[in-house]
């Protein structure tokens, strides 16, 4: 064999082990972005599942602390080691008196925790009252304008309102809501982004 035929079948021998090797590595590139995509979905998940989530708000119940078309993280958290607090706002599955009227099981709700477990609650000439004690609401967009006779919230349970007192499907209408119906508790607001900020 010449010594040029020689040269070229070492020159050919080294490109087809060079495309050999790219292939190689073009495949091991692939699977370390795959491997990637797939742990940051999982990580994704879990957080949605087990830490935070985001929220859109479909209606005026909560105005004028949050509108239609507002985008919240809810955290679900905190209430695995802390108890649930007045003033605080949840997103919470519908309990069985609204499925009964036909809302579905998922269909998630937001409003303002009023009063907690053994605290009574009363509506009175547009005055939310807690244990006889009128309570301070700066958030709300009117006062309301019905009256609740007092009811104590019994144990597990706790009493919520929208904000947007008169145009709020809540506790006054529906009763006490079991504290195992809440999905989490909305603490930012990351749209629009005028209206960025805690809740």
Do not use: C
């Not at 609650?121 to 007092?150: C, R, S």
């Not at 019994?154 to 195992?180: A, C, Q, T, Y």
């Amino acid at each position: 064999m010449a010594l040029d035929e020689q040269e070229t079948v070492i020159k050919e021998a080294k490109t087809q082990s060079q495309k050999v090797s790219q292939k190689s590595s073009t495949w091991e590139n692939i699977k370390e972005n795959l491997l990637t995509i797939g742990i940051a979905i999982g990580i994704a998940v879990i957080i949605r599942i087990f830490i935070a989530e985001p929220r859109y708000i479909p209606s005026e119940s909560m105005y004028p602390t949050l509108t239609t078309g507002d985008r919240l993280i809810v955290e679900k958290v905190s209430y695995h080691f802390n108890p649930v607090n007045r003033g605080d706002i949840v997103v919470f599955q519908p309990p069985e008196q609204l499925q009964v009227q036909g809302y579905g099981a998922n269909q998630a709700f937001i409003k303002r925790i009023i009063a907690t477990s053994g605290e009574t609650v009363k509506v009175d000439n547009g005055i939310v009252y807690i244990n006889e004690q009128p309570l301070q609401e700066n958030y709300i967009a009117q006062l309301p304008n019905y009256k609740l006779f007092p009811v104590t919230v019994p144990e597990g349970k706790i009493f919520v309102m929208g904000d947007n007192r008169n145009n709020s499907n809540d506790s006054h209408l529906w009763g006490f809501l079991p504290e195992s119906n809440i999905i989490g508790r909305a603490v930012f607001r990351f749209w629009p982004l005028d209206r960025v900020g805690n809740v």
